[in-house]
């Protein structure tokens, strides 16, 4: 979409409340998953997100907890989202909440037939017996809702929500940068903002169309963020996702850097780091110290085959 377009949604929605090369280690945790988001949770654990639609009783939020090179997976009880019949539906990307120890943003892919379409504010922690548990803290909705005839209310595959990465705000609030997704037909859209005080004001936004490199499929399947020198080298992954038996492709690529101080995204030409094939990679996260050869983690959604998570090594 035009930049004219999406400035002319920021008031609509205002108006409403340089990477080292990677080489693949061996997969550590593998079992019938579905990693649509991953985030680290501290030094030997990540907080996995699926995209459970409203209807289904399945864990919406796991736990991997790893000990040497095994691994168990602990589902997280969520209390207080806004009601039993609207709970989260279709959560696509999580990222921790800068400077808040134990709270993360979870999003939704978008709105379905005028519901869901939100951001929520979890905060996970461990109960007096031991339990893993998160307890809804807010949502908001970053967009509002589509309002188009074609639409029915509902946000276009291409528009979802797929990635997501958060930073402190140089004032107050937090800088969050929304990856959507793209498809064969349109590229994937970048899109910056504050969100402070229950409400995302957007500030710009900007293509990310990375179809050239895998000959179609979506450009932004989750964003990754990396220090470099005071601003964030920025990592998408694209997919080649033609059906639910594959076959998959993935390519994790360097798409730009972003300033926090100026909340400014400086793209490049996109450069890959790493092309994995047979995996549809779905979440990229910081590992956790138990993988010390290690710097980044992918995560799958291999639909019928069930996904993985799986370590990436620095060449040296």
């Known amino acids: 979409m035009s930049r004219n377009v999406w400035k002319s949604l920021a008031l609509t929605a205002a108006a409403c409340g340089c990477l080292i090369g990677y080489g693949a280690q061996s997969a550590i945790a593998q079992g019938k998953l579905d990693v649509s988001g991953a985030e680290r949770f501290d030094a030997n654990k990540v907080v996995i997100v699926s995209d459970t639609k409203n209807h289904n009783s399945k864990p919406r939020l796991q736990l991997a907890v790893y000990t040497g090179k095994k691994c168990r997976y602990v589902p997280i009880n969520v209390a207080g989202w806004e009601l039993p019949s609207e709970r989260?539906?279709?959560?696509?990307?999580?990222?921790?909440?800068?400077n808040e120890d134990g709270y993360f943003y979870v999003a939704e892919s978008g709105y379905f037939k005028g519901k869901f379409g939100r951001?929520?504010?979890?905060?996970?922690?461990?109960?007096?017996?031991?339990?893993?548990?998160?307890?809804?803290?807010?949502?908001?909705?970053?967009?509002?809702?589509?309002?188009?005839?074609?639409?029915?209310?509902?946000?276009?595959?291409?528009?979802?929500?797929?990635?997501?990465?958060?930073?402190?705000?140089?004032?107050?609030?937090?800088?969050?940068?929304?990856?959507?997704?793209?498809?064969?037909?349109?590229?994937?859209?970048?899109?910056?903002?504050?969100?402070?005080?229950?409400?995302?004001?957007?500030?710009?936004?900007?293509?990310?169309?990375?179809?050239?490199?895998?000959?179609?499929g979506r450009s932004i399947s989750d964003l990754h963020l990396i220090p470099n020198h005071g601003k964030y080298d920025v990592m998408s992954v694209a997919v080649s996702d033609p059906g639910d038996l594959g076959p998959f492709e993935s390519?994790?690529?360097?798409?730009?850097?972003?300033?926090?101080?100026?909340?400014?995204?400086?793209?490049?030409?996109?450069?890959?780091?790493?092309?994995?094939?047979g995996l549809?990679?779905?979440?990229?996260?910081?590992?956790?110290?138990?993988f010390p050869d290690s710097s980044i983690f992918i995560g799958t959604d291999d639909e019928v085959m069930g996904g993985i998570i799986r370590p990436m090594r620095a060449n040296k």
Not at 189 to 212: A, N, Q
Not at 259 to 265: I, L, R, T
Not at 280 to 290: C, D, F, I, N, R
């Open 88 to 98: 989260s539906s279709d959560l696509e990307a999580i990222c921790a909440v800068p």
């Open 251 to 277: 390519a994790v690529c360097l798409i730009g850097t972003f300033d926090a101080e100026k909340m400014e995204f400086t793209p490049c030409e996109p450069k890959v780091i790493h092309r994995i094939d």
């Open 119 to 216: 951001i929520f504010r979890l905060h996970i922690f461990a109960d007096d017996d031991g339990e893993m548990r998160a307890r809804c803290a807010g949502s908001f909705h970053p967009f509002p809702l589509p309002y188009d005839a074609g639409s029915k209310f509902s946000t276009p595959d291409h528009l979802q929500i797929e990635g997501m990465e958060a930073l402190p705000h140089p004032e107050k609030g937090d800088i969050l940068l929304l990856g959507l997704r793209g498809s064969d037909e349109y590229p994937g859209t970048l899109v910056w903002g504050r969100h402070y005080d229950g409400r995302f004001l957007i500030k710009d936004s900007c293509p990310i169309d990375l179809r050239p490199i895998l000959d179609g």
């Open 280 to 290: 549809k990679v779905e979440a990229l996260g910081t590992s956790p110290e138990v």
